[in-house]
């Protein structure tokens, strides 16, 4: 598209297509920069739109004595247990621009300076949002150590020993650390 000089042609079909590339862009940013993405868990069912979506765990499959499906006629049953997930926080940005703004940058210009602005916001917000929330609901742990590295050190052991329903112990590699600014340092 070339230059756009008036807010009006954001009003016609190119224009809303020039801002549907630019959304798509915001999107698509906000998702592979963001900390908390790698740690989320993709393998998910439904559609956003209906307001769910459904994530499974699967129950750990213990070994049986070698003959045990072939003696009884069938194999241990796969437990899932389903976890709904609620689509329930809507949120915008709204941006109100003035005449000398569009002169200053340009249309396309402006929109690109907002885009790359609200996909920083978007960020932000999210990533508050997901630690706040792990912070709530996560599982607390009581170190003996001292030091922080000791303290890192005795959290990754313990994760890496975890075991339940679901884990079996946890490698080293899959294991994330996020720690505060003030810890990390």
Request: charged share 25%; hydrophobic share 35%.
């Amino acid at each position: 598209m070339a230059r756009i000089a008036s807010l009006n042609i954001l009003n016609t079909s190119e224009g809303k297509d020039f801002l549907a590339e630019e959304y798509g862009k915001v999107i698509e940013n906000v998702q592979k920069t963001m900390i908390s993405e790698q740690m989320k868990n993709r393998d998910l069912s439904g559609t956003p739109q209906s307001g769910t979506v459904e994530a499974k765990r699967f129950v750990n499959t213990s070994s049986q004595t070698y003959g045990t499906a072939r003696s009884g006629g069938k194999g241990e049953a796969i437990k899932a247990n389903p976890v709904t997930i609620a689509i329930d926080t809507n949120k915008e940005l709204i941006n109100e621009v003035e005449e000398k703004d569009t002169v200053l940058y340009g249309v396309d210009g402006l929109v690109q300076r907002k885009a790359t602005q609200n996909a920083n916001a978007m960020k932000r917000e999210l990533e508050r949002a997901f630690f706040a929330e792990a912070k709530t609901s996560g599982t607390k742990a009581t170190l003996t150590a001292t030091t922080v590295q000791a303290q890192v050190e005795e959290l990754i052991q313990k994760i890496e020993t975890l075991k339940n329903d679901y884990i079996d112990g946890v490698d080293r590699d899959m294991i994330h650390l996020v720690l505060s600014p003030s810890v990390y340092g």
